[in-house]
């Protein structure tokens, strides 16, 4: 009984739905970022710059709750400062979530500092 115990516990605390898992495409004529959302609880997410060949990646782990898939991102922070005659640096890592609405095989934007508007992602096979 205890070893089902805990088998249930670790079933309910790693919440990864796995029909998540895929390739999804932004929707929209002006961009063509991308997330990978992978079965090992990773995601990447390219976005395209404002020159065409101008990339930017981010990564992170995923997880689901109920119908949200929620994307956090680790990112570095440098700030610089002037302190005699030299310059500088202090990195800090700051914990991002975008949050995500999952619905028949898409990703509709929820909450995140990404994007300036509502964006749509499509799963490709």
């Known amino acids: 009984m205890k070893l089902f115990a805990f088998f249930l516990m670790i079933i309910l605390t790693h919440s990864q739905d796995s029909s998540v898992v895929g390739y999804y495409q932004v929707i ?5 970022d991308i997330i990978w959302v992978r ?14 060949m101008d990339w930017v990646e981010r990564s992170g782990t995923w997880k689901t709750n109920s119908d949200t898939l929620i994307l956090k991102e680790n990112r570095i922070r440098n700030k610089f400062y002037e302190e005699n005659d030299s310059v500088n640096i202090i990195s800090d890592t700051l914990m991002v979530q975008h949050l ?25 096979q």
């Open 28 to 32: 929209d004529p002006e961009r063509q």
């Open 100 to 124: 995500f609405i999952i619905s028949r095989g898409k990703l509709k934007m929820y909450s995140t500092d990404i994007f300036d508007k509502l964006v749509l992602f499509d799963k490709k």
């Open 39 to 52: 079965s090992d609880g990773n995601f990447i997410y390219q976005e395209m710059g404002e020159e065409y």
